[in-house]
């Protein structure tokens, strides 16, 4: 799979769009260059075809989790390790015009094979994110993450550690890794702890083709403040339109996986749900997930929605102000920014 190649007319203007990212996962932010220095430096048992398999993006892609279990596995053993890998995401993300980036970090992955306990790892990814802002400007902000693969307790002493190391560059609680077969409702104790303690929650649901009860247990049940993926909403026009009255905001990924894997080649831009769910009425935001091993850019996100997907510009200023909406930011900063974005749009579309 390609995304359809951007004219030289558009290229500045997608990627002069004000971004927000809302879903990318640091794991998945890791240059090939770093990850093959970390692999050397701690003697992996990965061989090159490997990890050129790794950052290699082919007609029916396999996943991304392998890779991040990699990282935690053998890769990733200090503080500084996880504060470069944080700083150079922010910035590569920086050189496409995103200003505020909220990230997912799985603390139990890292907490488990490291050797780092939970403080030390959390320090490490905040002092990247003071790096990159005093670098490049850009703001970044963590979400400790959930792996749905582990098990429940395991989640519940995810909530723990965040409420014990509460810090302000950490904002919420979300959940990801394979949703087949591990439901929302398997973490409810720990999204419950999470909201007591003050953080915002988001989770991944209705992705893998997994049924679109799965949203709406993790809006009723988990009770989240916005949804990751939740592509399979589709499927149930009624209560996507509860969604819809609610405000809530979708982040979806232009590519996302699962369905490049399972859709004909010429057929996944067309088929896709993303292009079904702005006509529900729903608040979607393009976002790039895990950047360097889609090989994606947030331009090229964003110039997907309008290349492939076939969603007119003035939606894709819709979609930026979704991000907007959904970020987890105060409200004056919401406002101005929502004022600051949109001439930033225009003034990009103006030179058109």
């Known amino acids: 799979m390609t995304f359809a190649a951007i004219p030289p007319t558009l290229q500045p203007f997608f990627q002069a769009i004000p971004k927000v990212e809302l879903h990318c996962h640091l794991l998945g932010t890791v240059r090939r260059a770093t990850f093959i220095e970390l692999a050397r430096r701690a003697q992996a048992p990965l061989s090159d075809d490997e990890m050129n398999a790794f950052y290699t993006r082919g007609e029916k892609p396999v996943g991304v989790l392998r890779v991040l279990r990699a990282l935690d596995q053998w890769l990733l053993r200090t503080p500084d390790d996880l504060a470069r890998i944080t700083n150079e995401y922010l910035q590569d993300a920086a050189a496409h015009n995103v200003r505020y980036?909220?990230?997912f970090w799985n603390p139990t992955g890292t907490v488990r094979c490291s050797g780092m306990g939970y403080a030390q790892a959390q320090a490490g990814i905040v002092r990247g994110i003071?790096?990159?802002?005093?670098?490049?400007?850009?703001?970044?902000?963590?979400?400790?993450?959930?792996?749905?693969?582990?098990?429940?307790?395991?989640?519940?002493q995810v909530a723990r550690w965040m409420a014990e190391h509460h810090c302000d560059e950490l904002l919420g609680l979300g959940i990801d890794y394979r949703e087949n077969d591990r439901p929302p409702e398997l973490f409810a104790e720990a999204y419950a702890m999470a909201r007591r303690a003050g953080f915002r929650t988001t989770a991944h649901a209705g992705e893998f083709?997994?049924?679109?009860?799965?949203?709406?247990t993790a809006l009723d049940l988990l009770q989240v403040d916005r949804i990751d993926h939740g592509y399979t909403v589709v499927d149930a026009p009624e209560f996507a339109a509860r969604c819809a009255e609610r405000g809530i905001v979708f982040t979806v990924v232009?590519?996302?996986s699962y369905y490049l894997r399972t859709l004909p080649p010429g057929r996944w831009a067309a088929d896709h749900p993303i292009r079904r769910m702005p006509g529900l009425g729903l608040k979607v935001h393009p976002n790039t997930d895990d950047p360097t091993l889609h090989q994606v850019t947030p331009t090229q996100a964003w110039a997907a929605m309008h290349l492939d997907f076939g969603f007119s510009l003035d939606e894709l200023r819709g979609f930026m102000l979704n991000g907007l909406d959904g970020a987890w930011i105060d409200q004056g900063t919401r406002q101005r920014w929502c004022s600051?974005?949109?001439?930033?749009?225009?003034?990009?579309?103006a030179l058109l």
């Open 340 to 349: 600051e974005f949109a001439v930033g749009f225009d003034t990009a579309r």
């Open 101 to 103: 980036a909220e990230f």
């Open 130 to 156: 003071h790096q990159a802002r005093a670098e490049c400007g850009i703001e970044g902000r963590l979400i400790a993450a959930v792996d749905r693969e582990a098990s429940p307790e395991e989640a519940v």
């Open 254 to 256: 232009p590519s996302n």
């Open 209 to 216: 083709g997994m049924p679109w009860t799965n949203v709406r």
